[in-house]
């Protein structure tokens, strides 16, 4: 699935921290496959201001990462958990509409 700097990033946030133990394998695998390489922080210039995060919105370049079953499963329940607790945010409306409303 092809994922935004933003999409990514977010993702990185809402995956769950604590699951059994094959399911915090494959999580820590994906947030590997959803961090970023040198190459895209040099391109990306990361700058931390506050809580925020921002780029250069042309080195912003989707990158294709595969996420499989079991890992598409938490993903799902941790934004239809935000959805129920009323916590979406603008940020998550992209992976909403990926994960959610295929």
Do not use: C
């Not at 994906?30 to 990306?44: I, T, V």
């Not at 921002?54 to 239809?80: F, H, M, R, S, Y």
């Amino acid at each position: 699935m092809e994922l935004n700097v933003l999409e990514r990033l977010v993702l990185l946030s809402i995956l769950p921290k604590e699951a059994d133990f094959t399911t915090v394998k494959i999580i820590r695998k994906l947030k590997e496959d959803l961090s970023f390489s040198e190459e895209e922080h040099k391109a990306l210039q990361f700058v931390q201001d506050g809580g925020n995060v921002n780029w250069q919105k042309d080195g912003d370049i989707p990158k294709d990462i595969k996420i499989g079953e079991k890992a598409t499963d938490a993903i799902v329940e941790a934004l239809k958990k935000l959805n129920t607790d009323k916590k979406l945010t603008e940020q998550h409306l992209s992976l909403y509409e990926k994960f959610i409303e295929k």
